[in-house]
C-alpha cells in the first residue's frame, strides 16, 4: 500500500551506488509484526493452545487412560495410591447426591478430577478446545471469506445489488447478535433429523451447525467495513489508472481493488476468531451450541454449573482456556493491525 | 437533514418488517414445532385441537396469520403466550424492562467512568509503565466470557467468601424493582453490573486510548501546544472532545445492544428476570408470541440506537452527511 | 402423568383402597409422619398464623383449573377448592383414603354401577360469598370440555362423547336437583376409578357463572379455607383466607393453619436451597432437581430436621420404539435391559438415596406390586443386583440386530441428557451403534408421542408419577392398545406396544376391579410381570421426592397423593 511503503522508506537510491534492496509492502509489514515481541507472544500462546488441543487424543489414550465421552460413573481411579470410586456418595446420615471427585493434580488420574458422569475433566477441557477452535477458527474464515465476496460484489457492481446486500446486512446487524444465533439454533437443533438442503444431512451433533450460525450472524461485521474500503479503494486513482489501461471486471477486481483491501480482512481475522470464539462458548453455555458427544468449552462451563460450590474447577478450567485463547488471538490482532497500518484507528467502524 | 432524518426512520421500519418476517418464518414454518399442540393443553381431543387450530386462527395461510399476530401485537395488544393462555405478553415485556433497563444503566455507568479513566491514564503516561499495565488489564478483561465471569462472581460472593465482611451484604440471586425496596433493589445489582461492565470497560479504555493519541499529532493539537497550553488543557480541552466522537458512536450502539437484551447472558447467570430472560426462556419453550414480542422489542432498540448514533455523527461531523 | 406434569394425583378408589404399603416410604431426616401428628385443639390454635412461602423455579403455567394438569398448583387448589370426595387430609397410607367432601356420604353406584347419587351439604359458600349448589357441578364438568385440557378422565359421562370446546351439554349425564340438594352422575359404563377421578381438581367445583372458556390467570372462587388473592406466573401466587369457610368435614377440609400461602416464582433452585437455608423462605418446591452441589449441603447434620424424603410412586425409564427395527425384536430389547447398568442412572438420578432400581413396570407400594426382576445378573430375580453383558450379547446376537444404528432420544435439562448419554454407552456396549438426540424439554415429550416421528428414533426417555394408584394408570394408560392415537401427540403409549393377550388380561383385571379388588390386583400383579417380560421399556428407577423446609417449619407430613400437605404446616 502506498501509506506503508512510504512509511518504511529504505535508503534513497544513489546513482551507482549499491543495489537499493526494495522490500514490497507486505514484506516490511511481515517484519514490523515480527519485530513486535507482545504480537509474537500472543501468536505463539495461541498456537500453542491450538497444539495442546489437537493432542487431546494422545493425552486422553496414552497418558490418562480415558475416554471422555462416555459415561463412567461407576469407575475408578487412583489417588495417592489408594484406589477411589469417581463418584462418591453424600454423606451425613441423609447420603444425598453424588460427588464427582476433585482435582487430583496427577496427569495420570483425572488431573482436574471428574464431572457428574465420571468423565475426565481435563481431557474434556482439551477436546473442548479441539471443538471450539474449529468452531471458532472455522466460522471466522468462512465469514471473512464470504463477506469478502459480497462486499466485492456489492461494492463493485453498486446499484441493486449493493442495494440488497446491504439492505440485508442491515437486517442481520438489526439482530441482536446472541438472539439470532440463539433462534435458529434452537430451531435447528429441534429439527431433530437434522437439517438439510437436498440431498446434504448436517446432524445436530455435527460441528457444521454452529460454525454456520456463527458465520452468518458475524456477516455484517465484516461486510461493512470491506464494503467501506471496496468503495473507497474503487475512486483511488490506480483503480482509475488500470480501468484506462482497459482492465475491466474481475481482472480489476483481483488485481487492483482485492489486495489493498485484503488487509481490512487481516486485521479483522483475528479480532472476529476471538469473537466467535466467546460467542461458541455463550452458545455452547446456553445448551445450543456444541452438542453432545462433542465437547466445547462453554458446554464444559455449562457442566460445572451444578457443581459450582464443590467442584469449582469444572467451571474454572474451560474459562481459563478460553480467557488464554482470546487473550492471545486480540494481542496477536493488535500486532498485525500496528505492522499493517500503523495510524489505523482502534476499531474500524462500519 | 430532515430528509436524512425521514430517510433513517424509513429504513428502521423496513428493517424492523423484514426481521418480524424472518422471525416469524423461522419458528412458524419449523418441523417438529405445532403451536396448536402447545395452546391445547396436555392430552386434548380431536374436536378440541380442530377448534383451537380454527380459534387462533392456525388453520389459515402463513400471511394471514402473520398480520393477525401483528395485529394482536400493535393495535390490540391482547397477544396471549402459547406456554400459558393467561398470559398477556406486551404487559409481561413491559413488566420484564425495568430489570434490564437497571442493568443496562447502571453497567453503562460504571464502564463510562472507568473506562475513561483509564484510557486517560494510558495515554497520558504513555511510555511509562501504566499503560501496558492498564491494556493489558483491559485486554484481559475483553478476553472474559462475561458468563464465566458471573458464575465466578458467584462462586465467591454467594458462597466461598459470602460470610466474609466483603460479601456479606449481597444478598441471594435475583432482582428486586426499585419501587419495591431501593436498598436491596441496589445491592442485588451491584455485583451484576461489575460483572457486566467488565468487558465493556476493556474494550471503550482501549478505543479511548487509541483515539488520543491519534488525535495528539494532529495539527490543531500541535498547534494548541505551540501556543503554550499545558499538556493537561490540551488533552481535556481538545484531545479528548475529539476523542469522544468515536466513543460516543460506539457507545450509542452498544448501549443501544444492551438494553435491546444483549444482557441475557448477565441476567441468567444472575437470574434477573428482565427482557433477555424472557426472550431466552421464550425461545426455550418455543413461544411464538413471547419470542416474536421480544425479539421486536430488541430490534428496534438496536436499530434506534443505530439511527440516533448515525443522526448525531452527522450532525457532529458535516462531512460526513451522505448526499 | 408424565413427568412435566406429574403434579396431579388422584384419590385412591375407595374400590381400589387395597394399597400393598409395605412402609409409607419415607427414610431421613425427619421422614414422614404417619396419620398426622396429634393436634388437640390448644396445639392447633397455638399454631395458627403466619405466611408459609414457597419458592419455585417457574410458574404452573394457566391457572384455570379446568386445564391445569401440574402437581404444583393441585397442591394450592385442594386449599382452596372441595370436590365431591376428597383424599383424607393426613399423612401416610391412611391419606390415600376416599372420604366425602362435599357429598355427605360416599354413595354405592347403582344400575351396574353407572350412577352415582350425591348427597351434598348445604350452606357452604364460595370465597364470594355466593352459596354452592348442585347445578354448580354441571358447569364445572361441562368446563372439562369447553377449556382445552385433558379430557379423557371425565369422557365416561353420559353426552360426554358430543361435547366439544364450542358447545357442551352434559344434562344427561350430570343432573342436580338443587331443591333436593342432590347431584346424581350416570356414566356410559360402570368405572372403578370414577371416585378417584372426582378426587381431581378437574373435578372440584366452581360457581356456575363461571365463563365456559377459559379462564387464564384467574382462578374462579372456590369453597375451600383458602382463596386465592393473586396470580402472576412471573412474580409470585398468594393465597389469603377464605373468610366464607366453615369446617364440614375436617378429615376432608380441614382449617389450615397458616394465614397466608405465598409461591414466588423465577428463582434459580440453587438460590431456592440458600434462601430456604437461611430461613428467608419456608419451602424448596422444586426439591426433585436439587443440583448436586447443594444436595450435599443437606446431608448437614444441622438440617437433619429439615430435609424430608419420601418415595414416589413413579418410573423413569426409557420407550423402546416397538414399531422398527432394531427393537421391533423382543429380543433385542430384553437384550438391552440385560445390559442397561443401573446402578448409574440411580447415580445420575441422586444416588441411591433417592432414586431405587427396578425393572418392572408398577412402583413400590402400589397396588398390584409383587417385586420383579428378572434383568439381573445372579439367580434373585425379585430386585436388581448387576448388568449381565454376556446375556445381553448372546440375546444380541440372536436377535441379530448386532451393529444396527440406534437412535436415543432424550431431553436436554442436565439429568435426562445424562440419562442419555448413558444409555448410548450401554447400547453400543452390547455391538449397537448408539448416537444421541436431544430435544428440549418442552418438544420431547409431544415429539415421541408422535408417530409420525417413529423413524427418528429407537429409545426415547420419559417419566410418569401417577394419577391414581391404581394400576391401570401405568400398565393400560402406558401400554395399553387403546393409548395408541397415531398421529397425534398425545398418545401417551409411547412404545406404541400392543399385546392382545396381554390387553385381554387388563380388560379382566379392570372389569374384576369392580367387584373384587383384591382379585383384581392379583391379575394386574401377573399383567405387570408380563409386561416387563415383553420388555417395551428399559425401566430404570423409581424416584425419590426431597422436601427441604426451614427451621421454623412444623407438622410436616406426607400424603402419598398430595405429597406435602401445605395448609397443615406450622410456620408459628
Same mark, same amino acid.
Given at each position: 500500500?502506498?501509506?506503508?511503503?512510504?512509511?518504511?522508506?529504505?535508503?534513497?537510491?544513489?546513482?551507482?551506488?549499491?543495489?537499493?534492496?526494495?522490500?514490497?509492502p507486505w514484506?516490511?509489514?511481515?517484519r514490523?509484526?515480527?519485530?513486535?515481541?507482545?504480537?509474537?507472544?500472543?501468536?505463539?500462546?495461541?498456537?500453542?493452545i491450538?497444539?495442546?488441543?489437537?493432542?487431546?487424543?494422545?493425552?486422553?489414550?496414552?497418558?490418562?487412560?480415558? *475416554? %471422555?465421552?462416555? *459415561?463412567?460413573l *461407576?469407575?475408578?481411579?487412583?489417588?495417592?495410591?489408594?484406589?477411589? %470410586?469417581?463418584?462418591?456418595?453424600?454423606?451425613?446420615?441423609?447420603?444425598?447426591?453424588? #460427588?464427582?471427585?476433585?482435582?487430583?493434580?496427577?496427569?495420570?488420574?483425572?488431573?482436574?478430577?471428574?464431572?457428574?458422569?465420571?468423565?475426565?475433566?481435563?481431557?474434556?477441557?482439551?477436546y473442548?478446545?479441539?471443538?471450539?477452535?474449529?468452531?471458532?477458527?472455522?466460522?471466522?474464515?468462512?465469514?471473512?471469506?464470504?463477506?469478502?465476496?459480497?462486499?466485492?460484489?456489492?461494492?463493485f457492481?453498486?446499484?441493486?445489488?449493493?442495494?440488497?446486500?446491504?439492505?440485508?446486512?442491515?437486517?442481520?446487524?438489526?439482530f441482536?447478535?446472541?438472539?439470532?444465533?440463539?433462534?435458529?439454533?434452537?430451531?435447528?437443533?429441534?429439527?431433530?433429523?437434522?437439517?438439510?438442503?437436498?440431498?446434504?444431512?448436517?446432524?445436530?451433533?455435527?460441528?457444521?451447525?454452529?460454525?454456520?450460525?456463527?458465520?452468518?450472524?458475524?456477516?455484517?461485521?465484516?461486510?461493512?467495513?470491506?464494503?467501506?474500503?471496496?468503495?473507497?479503494?474503487?475512486?483511488?486513482?490506480?483503480?482509475?489508472?488500470?480501468?484506462?489501461?482497459?482492465?475491466s471486471g474481475?481482472?480489476?477486481?483481483?488485481?487492483?481493488?482485492?489486495?489493498?483491501?485484503? #488487509?481490512?480482512v487481516?486485521?479483522?481475522?483475528?479480532?472476529?476468531?476471538?469473537?466467535?470464539?466467546?460467542?461458541?462458548?455463550?452458545?455452547?453455555?446456553?445448551?445450543?451450541?456444541?452438542?453432545?458427544?462433542?465437547?466445547?468449552?462453554?458446554?464444559?462451563?455449562?457442566?460445572?454449573?451444578g457443581?459450582?460450590? #464443590?467442584?469449582?474447577?469444572?467451571?474454572?478450567?474451560p474459562?481459563?482456556m478460553?480467557?488464554? #485463547?482470546?487473550?492471545?488471538?486480540?494481542?496477536?490482532?493488535?500486532?498485525?493491525?500496528?505492522?499493517?497500518?500503523?495510524?489505523?484507528?482502534?476499531?474500524?467502524?462500519? | 437533514?430532515?430528509?436524512?432524518?425521514?430517510?433513517?426512520?424509513?429504513?428502521?421500519?423496513?428493517?424492523?418488517?423484514?426481521?418480524?418476517?424472518?422471525?416469524?418464518?423461522?419458528?412458524?414454518?419449523?418441523?417438529?414445532?405445532?403451536?396448536?399442540?402447545?395452546?391445547?393443553?396436555?392430552?386434548?381431543?380431536?374436536?378440541?385441537?380442530?377448534?383451537?387450530?380454527?380459534?387462533?386462527?392456525l388453520?389459515?395461510?402463513?400471511?394471514?396469520?402473520?398480520?393477525?399476530?401483528?395485529?394482536?401485537?400493535?393495535?390490540?395488544?391482547?397477544?396471549?403466550?402459547?406456554?400459558?393462555?393467561?398470559?398477556?405478553?406486551v404487559?409481561?415485556?413491559?413488566?420484564?424492562?425495568?430489570?434490564?433497563?437497571?442493568?443496562?444503566?447502571?453497567?453503562?455507568?460504571?464502564?463510562?467512568?472507568?473506562?475513561?479513566?483509564?484510557?486517560l491514564?494510558?495515554?497520558?503516561?504513555?511510555?511509562?509503565?501504566?499503560?501496558?499495565v492498564?491494556?493489558?488489564?483491559?485486554?484481559?478483561?475483553i478476553?472474559?466470557?462475561?458468563?464465566?465471569?458471573?458464575?465466578?462472581?458467584?462462586?465467591?460472593?454467594?458462597?466461598?467468601?459470602?460470610?466474609?465482611?466483603?460479601f456479606?451484604?449481597?444478598?441471594?440471586?435475583?432482582y428486586?424493582?426499585?419501587?419495591?425496596?431501593?436498598?436491596l433493589?441496589?445491592?442485588?445489582?451491584?455485583?451484576?453490573?461489575?460483572?457486566?461492565?467488565?468487558?465493556?470497560?476493556?474494550l471503550?479504555?482501549?478505543?479511548?486510548?487509541?483515539?488520543?493519541?491519534?488525535?495528539?499529532?494532529?495539527?490543531?493539537?500541535?498547534?494548541?501546544?505551540?501556543?503554550?497550553?499545558?499538556?493537561?488543557?490540551?488533552?481535556?480541552?481538545?484531545?479528548?472532545?475529539?476523542?469522544?466522537?468515536?466513543?460516543v458512536?460506539?457507545?450509542?450502539?452498544?448501549?443501544?445492544?444492551l438494553?435491546?437484551?444483549?444482557t441475557?447472558?448477565?441476567e441468567?447467570?444472575?437470574?434477573?428476570?428482565?427482557?433477555?430472560?424472557?426472550?431466552?426462556?421464550?425461545?426455550?419453550n418455543?413461544?411464538?408470541?413471547?419470542?416474536?414480542?421480544?425479539?421486536i422489542?430488541?430490534?428496534?432498540?438496536i436499530?434506534?440506537?443505530?439511527?440516533?448514533?448515525?443522526?448525531?455523527?452527522?450532525?457532529?461531523?458535516?462531512?460526513?452527511?451522505?448526499? | 402423568?408424565?413427568?412435566?406434569?406429574w403434579?396431579?394425583?388422584?384419590?385412591?378408589?375407595a374400590?381400589?383402597?387395597?394399597?400393598?404399603?409395605?412402609?409409607?416410604?419415607?427414610?431421613?431426616g425427619?421422614?414422614?409422619?404417619?396419620?398426622?401428628?396429634?393436634s388437640?385443639?390448644t396445639?392447633?390454635?397455638?399454631?395458627?398464623?403466619?405466611?408459609?412461602?414457597?419458592?419455585?423455579?417457574?410458574?404452573?403455567?394457566v391457572?384455570?383449573?379446568?386445564?391445569?394438569?401440574?402437581?404444583?398448583?393441585?397442591?394450592?387448589?385442594?386449599n382452596?377448592?372441595?370436590?365431591?370426595?376428597?383424599f383424607?387430609?393426613?399423612?401416610?397410607?391412611?391419606?390415600?383414603?376416599?372420604?366425602?367432601?362435599?357429598?355427605?356420604?360416599?354413595?354405592?353406584?347403582?344400575?351396574?354401577?353407572?350412577?352415582?347419587?350425591?348427597?351434598?351439604?348445604?350452606?357452604?359458600?364460595?370465597?364470594?360469598?355466593?352459596?354452592?349448589?348442585?347445578?354448580?357441578?354441571?358447569?364445572?364438568?361441562?368446563?372439562?370440555?369447553?377449556?382445552?385440557?385433558?379430557?379423557?378422565?371425565?369422557?365416561?359421562?353420559?353426552?360426554?362423547?358430543?361435547?366439544?370446546p364450542?358447545?357442551?351439554?352434559?344434562?344427561?349425564?350430570?343432573?342436580?336437583?338443587?331443591?333436593?340438594?342432590?347431584?346424581?352422575?350416570?356414566?356410559?359404563?360402570?368405572?372403578?376409578e370414577?371416585?378417584?377421578?372426582?378426587?381431581?381438581?378437574?373435578?372440584y367445583?366452581?360457581?356456575?357463572?363461571?365463563s365456559k372458556?377459559?379462564?387464564?390467570?384467574?382462578?374462579?372462587?372456590?369453597?375451600?379455607?383458602?382463596?386465592?388473592?393473586?396470580?402472576?406466573? @412471573?412474580?409470585?401466587?398468594?393465597?389469603?383466607?377464605?373468610?366464607?369457610?366453615?369446617?364440614?368435614?375436617?378429615?376432608?377440609?380441614?382449617?389450615?393453619?397458616p394465614?397466608?400461602?405465598?409461591?414466588?416464582?423465577?428463582?434459580?433452585?440453587?438460590?431456592?436451597?440458600?434462601?430456604?437455608?437461611?430461613?428467608?423462605?419456608?419451602?424448596?418446591?422444586?426439591?426433585?432437581?436439587?443440583?448436586?452441589?447443594?444436595?450435599?449441603?443437606?446431608?448437614?447434620?444441622q438440617?437433619?430436621?429439615?430435609?424430608?424424603?419420601?418415595?414416589?410412586?413413579?418410573?423413569?425409564y426409557?420407550?423402546?420404539?416397538?414399531?422398527t427395527?432394531?427393537?421391533?425384536?423382543q429380543?433385542?430389547?430384553?437384550?438391552? @435391559?440385560?445390559?442397561?447398568?443401573?446402578?448409574?442412572?440411580?447415580?445420575?438420578?441422586?444416588?441411591?438415596?433417592?432414586?431405587?432400581?427396578t425393572?418392572?413396570?408398577?412402583?413400590?407400594?402400589?397396588?398390584?406390586?409383587?417385586?420383579?426382576?428378572?434383568?439381573?445378573?445372579?439367580?434373585?430375580t425379585?430386585?436388581?443386583?448387576?448388568?449381565?453383558?454376556?446375556?445381553?450379547?448372546?440375546?444380541?446376537?440372536?436377535?441379530?440386530?448386532?451393529?444396527?444404528?440406534?437412535?436415543?432420544?432424550?431431553?436436554?435439562?442436565?439429568?435426562?441428557?445424562?440419562?442419555g448419554?448413558?444409555?448410548?454407552?450401554?447400547?453400543?456396549?452390547?455391538?449397537?451403534?448408539?448416537?444421541?438426540?436431544?430435544?428440549?424439554?418442552?418438544?420431547?415429550?409431544?415429539?415421541?408421542?408422535?408417530?409420525?416421528?417413529?423413524?427418528?428414533?429407537?429409545?426415547?426417555?420419559?417419566?410418569w408419577?401417577?394419577?391414581?394408584?391404581?394400576?391401570s394408570?401405568?400398565?393400560?394408560v402406558?401400554?395399553?392398545?387403546?393409548?395408541?392415537?397415531?398421529?397425534?401427540?398425545?398418545?401417551?403409549?409411547?412404545?406404541?406396544?400392543c399385546?392382545?393377550?396381554?390387553?385381554?388380561?387388563?380388560?379382566?383385571?379392570?372389569?374384576?376391579g369392580?367387584?373384587?379388588?383384591?382379585?383384581a390386583?392379583?391379575?394386574?400383579?401377573?399383567?405387570?410381570?408380563?409386561?416387563?417380560?415383553q420388555?417395551?421399556?428399559?425401566?430404570?428407577?423409581?424416584p425419590?421426592?426431597?422436601?427441604?423446609?426451614?427451621?421454623?417449619?412444623? @407438622?410436616?407430613?406426607?400424603?402419598?397423593?398430595?405429597?406435602?400437605?401445605?395448609?397443615?404446616?406450622?410456620?408459628?
Amino acid at each position: 500500500m502506498a501509506e506503508v511503503a512510504a512509511l518504511d522508506q529504505v535508503e534513497p537510491a544513489s546513482p551507482g551506488g549499491p543495489e537499493v534492496a526494495g522490500r514490497s509492502p507486505w514484506a516490511l509489514a511481515g517484519r514490523r509484526l515480527v519485530r513486535n515481541r507482545v504480537a509474537m507472544g500472543g501468536l505463539v500462546l495461541f498456537l500453542l493452545i491450538v497444539v495442546v488441543s489437537f493432542a487431546a487424543p494422545i493425552y486422553a489414550d496414552h497418558v490418562a487412560h480415558v *475416554n %471422555p465421552f462416555e *459415561n463412567n460413573l *461407576n469407575g475408578t481411579t487412583i489417588v495417592n495410591g489408594k484406589k477411589v %470410586p469417581l463418584l462418591q456418595q453424600g454423606g451425613g446420615i441423609l447420603h444425598l447426591g453424588e #460427588t464427582p471427585i476433585g482435582p487430583t493434580w496427577d496427569i495420570h488420574h483425572y488431573f482436574l478430577g471428574a464431572d457428574q458422569n465420571g468423565r475426565d475433566v481435563a481431557s474434556r477441557v482439551l477436546y473442548g478446545g479441539r471443538s471450539s477452535l474449529i468452531v471458532g477458527v472455522g466460522s471466522a474464515v468462512l465469514c471473512c471469506f464470504f463477506a469478502t465476496v459480497l462486499a466485492l460484489l456489492a461494492g463493485f457492481h453498486g446499484g441493486v445489488v449493493d442495494s440488497v446486500f446491504s439492505r440485508s446486512m442491515d437486517v442481520i446487524w438489526a439482530f441482536p447478535v446472541l438472539l439470532l444465533a440463539i433462534c435458529v439454533a434452537t430451531v435447528l437443533l429441534n429439527a431433530p433429523n437434522g437439517v438439510g438442503v437436498g440431498p446434504i444431512r448436517v446432524q445436530a451433533s455435527s460441528l457444521w451447525l454452529p460454525t454456520l450460525i456463527i458465520a452468518f450472524i458475524f456477516l455484517p461485521y465484516v461486510f461493512r467495513p470491506v464494503r467501506g474500503h471496496v468503495l473507497a479503494v474503487s475512486e483511488k486513482e490506480y483503480v482509475e489508472a488500470a480501468i484506462a489501461q482497459g482492465a475491466s471486471g474481475w481482472r480489476l477486481v483481483f488485481s487492483e481493488v482485492l489486495p489493498n483491501v485484503i #488487509t481490512v480482512v487481516i486485521v479483522l481475522l483475528p479480532l472476529i476468531i476471538a469473537t466467535t470464539i466467546l460467542t461458541e462458548a455463550a452458545l455452547s453455555y446456553l445448551s445450543i451450541g456444541v452438542q453432545p458427544p462433542n465437547a466445547s468449552w462453554g458446554s464444559v462451563i455449562s457442566d460445572g454449573q451444578g457443581l459450582l460450590y #464443590t467442584r469449582p474447577w469444572v467451571a474454572i478450567a474451560p474459562g481459563i482456556m478460553i480467557v488464554l #485463547t482470546v487473550l492471545a488471538l486480540n494481542v496477536f490482532g493488535d500486532g498485525v493491525r500496528d505492522a499493517l497500518d500503523p495510524r489505523a484507528k482502534l476499531r474500524i467502524e462500519g | 437533514m430532515a430528509t436524512f432524518i425521514i430517510r433513517r426512520m424509513l429504513s428502521l421500519f423496513l428493517v424492523m418488517f423484514v426481521i418480524t418476517v424472518v422471525v416469524f418464518m423461522i419458528f412458524f414454518h419449523t418441523p417438529g414445532i405445532d403451536p396448536t399442540r402447545q395452546i391445547a393443553g396436555r392430552n386434548p381431543s380431536a374436536a378440541a385441537v380442530k377448534e383451537i387450530k380454527h380459534q387462533f386462527g392456525l388453520d389459515r395461510p402463513l400471511p394471514i396469520q402473520y398480520l393477525l399476530m401483528m395485529k394482536k401485537i400493535f393495535i390490540t395488544r391482547d397477544l396471549v403466550s402459547y406456554s400459558n393462555q393467561g398470559q398477556r405478553i406486551v404487559p409481561e415485556v413491559v413488566q420484564a424492562a425495568p430489570a434490564t433497563l437497571s442493568l443496562a444503566f447502571g453497567a453503562a455507568v460504571i464502564w463510562v467512568v472507568v473506562s475513561i479513566l483509564m484510557g486517560l491514564a494510558a495515554a497520558v503516561f504513555k511510555g511509562s509503565l501504566v499503560d501496558p499495565v492498564l491494556m493489558i488489564l483491559a485486554l484481559i478483561g475483553i478476553s472474559m466470557p462475561v458468563f464465566w465471569v458471573g458464575e465466578l462472581a458467584n462462586l465467591i460472593t454467594q458462597s466461598r467468601w459470602h460470610d466474609t465482611f466483603l460479601f456479606h451484604w449481597v444478598p441471594p440471586l435475583g432482582y428486586t424493582p426499585f419501587v419495591q425496596d431501593p436498598g436491596l433493589w441496589f445491592k442485588g445489582l451491584v455485583i451484576p453490573w461489575i460483572t457486566l461492565s467488565i468487558a465493556f470497560i476493556g474494550l471503550y479504555a482501549r478505543v479511548l486510548r487509541s483515539s488520543l493519541l491519534e488525535v495528539q499529532n494532529e495539527d490543531y493539537v500541535r498547534t494548541a501546544r505551540a501556543k503554550g497550553l499545558s499538556e493537561r488543557r490540551v488533552l481535556l480541552r481538545h484531545t479528548l472532545r475529539t476523542s469522544m466522537i468515536t466513543y460516543v458512536s460506539l457507545f450509542g450502539l452498544d448501549f443501544g445492544a444492551l438494553v435491546a437484551g444483549a444482557t441475557l447472558l448477565t441476567e441468567v447467570v444472575f437470574g434477573i428476570h428482565g427482557v433477555g430472560y424472557l426472550t431466552y426462556q421464550s425461545i426455550g419453550n418455543l413461544d411464538l408470541p413471547t419470542i416474536m414480542v421480544t425479539v421486536i422489542y430488541g430490534a428496534f432498540f438496536i436499530v434506534l440506537a443505530n439511527a440516533f448514533v448515525d443522526i448525531a455523527y452527522a450532525w457532529l461531523d458535516p462531512r460526513i452527511r451522505p448526499a | 402423568m408424565e413427568k412435566r406434569f406429574w403434579r396431579g394425583l388422584v384419590a385412591m378408589g375407595a374400590i381400589a383402597a387395597v394399597v400393598i404399603a409395605a412402609g409409607c416410604g419415607g427414610s431421613g431426616g425427619g421422614g414422614s409422619s404417619s396419620g398426622g401428628s396429634s393436634s388437640p385443639s390448644t396445639t392447633a390454635a397455638a399454631h395458627k398464623g403466619g405466611t408459609f412461602t414457597i419458592l419455585a423455579n417457574s410458574s404452573f403455567g394457566v391457572a384455570d383449573p379446568a386445564q391445569n394438569y401440574t402437581l404444583q398448583e393441585w397442591q394450592l387448589l385442594i386449599n382452596s377448592h372441595d370436590g365431591l370426595v376428597q383424599f383424607k387430609r393426613v399423612g401416610g397410607t391412611a391419606g390415600t383414603q376416599i372420604v366425602p367432601d362435599l357429598a355427605t356420604s360416599i354413595p354405592t353406584p347403582t344400575d351396574g354401577g353407572k350412577t352415582y347419587t350425591f348427597q351434598l351439604h348445604k350452606g357452604i359458600k364460595f370465597s364470594n360469598g355466593q352459596v354452592m349448589k348442585p347445578s354448580d357441578f354441571v358447569t364445572t364438568f361441562e368446563r372439562q370440555f369447553t377449556v382445552p385440557g385433558p379430557t379423557s378422565f371425565y369422557s365416561g359421562i353420559v353426552g360426554a362423547s358430543a361435547c366439544k370446546p364450542s358447545h357442551c351439554d352434559l344434562s344427561k349425564g350430570v343432573v342436580a336437583d338443587d331443591s333436593a340438594y342432590t347431584l346424581t352422575i350416570h356414566l356410559t359404563a360402570p368405572d372403578p376409578e370414577f371416585l378417584d377421578k372426582l378426587a381431581l381438581p378437574f373435578a372440584y367445583v366452581v360457581p356456575a357463572s363461571t365463563s365456559k372458556k377459559l379462564t387464564g390467570n384467574n382462578v374462579p372462587p372456590g369453597t375451600g379455607p383458602y382463596m386465592w388473592k393473586s396470580y402472576n406466573p @412471573n412474580k409470585e401466587a398468594v393465597l389469603v383466607r377464605n373468610p366464607y369457610f366453615k369446617v364440614w368435614n375436617p378429615a376432608a377440609q380441614p382449617e389450615g393453619y397458616p394465614d397466608q400461602i405465598v409461591e414466588k416464582y423465577g428463582l434459580q433452585i440453587s438460590d431456592e436451597v440458600t434462601q430456604v437455608e437461611r430461613g428467608a423462605a419456608d419451602e424448596v418446591f422444586d426439591g426433585d432437581v436439587i443440583p448436586a452441589d447443594r444436595l450435599n449441603e443437606l446431608n448437614s447434620p444441622q438440617y437433619a430436621n429439615q430435609v424430608h424424603v419420601n418415595a414416589l410412586t413413579a418410573d423413569w425409564y426409557f420407550a423402546f420404539n416397538t414399531t422398527t427395527p432394531p427393537f421391533n425384536n423382543q429380543k433385542a430389547r430384553q437384550a438391552v @435391559n440385560y445390559a442397561a447398568d443401573r446402578s448409574a442412572y440411580v447415580k445420575i438420578g441422586g444416588g441411591s438415596a433417592l432414586a431405587v432400581p427396578t425393572c418392572q413396570i408398577l412402583p413400590p407400594n402400589f397396588p398390584g406390586y409383587k417385586p420383579y426382576c428378572p434383568y439381573t445378573n445372579g439367580s434373585d430375580t425379585t430386585k436388581w443386583h448387576g448388568v449381565d453383558l454376556a446375556k445381553a450379547k448372546q440375546l444380541v446376537k440372536e436377535s441379530g440386530t448386532s451393529g444396527a444404528k440406534v437412535v436415543v432420544n432424550s431431553g436436554n435439562d442436565e439429568t435426562s441428557k445424562a440419562l442419555g448419554e448413558q444409555m448410548v454407552s450401554d447400547l453400543n456396549k452390547i455391538g449397537y451403534k448408539a448416537s444421541g438426540q436431544y430435544l428440549a424439554d418442552g418438544i420431547q415429550y409431544p415429539y415421541v408421542q408422535n408417530s409420525k416421528n417413529h423413524s427418528k428414533w429407537n429409545i426415547a426417555w420419559s417419566a410418569w408419577y401417577q394419577d391414581y394408584p391404581a394400576p391401570s394408570d401405568f400398565l393400560n394408560v402406558l401400554l395399553g392398545c387403546g393409548s395408541i392415537h397415531p398421529n397425534s401427540d398425545a398418545s401417551p403409549n409411547i412404545a406404541a406396544f400392543c399385546d392382545k393377550a396381554i390387553q385381554a388380561k387388563m380388560d379382566q383385571a379392570e372389569k374384576t376391579g369392580v367387584t373384587n379388588p383384591d382379585a383384581a390386583n392379583q391379575i394386574w400383579a401377573q399383567v405387570d410381570h408380563e409386561m416387563t417380560d415383553q420388555a417395551p421399556w428399559v425401566d430404570l428407577y423409581n424416584p425419590k421426592q426431597i422436601d427441604f423446609l426451614s427451621k421454623r417449619v412444623g @407438622n410436616y407430613q406426607w400424603n402419598p397423593q398430595w405429597y406435602i400437605l401445605i395448609d397443615q404446616l406450622w410456620v408459628k
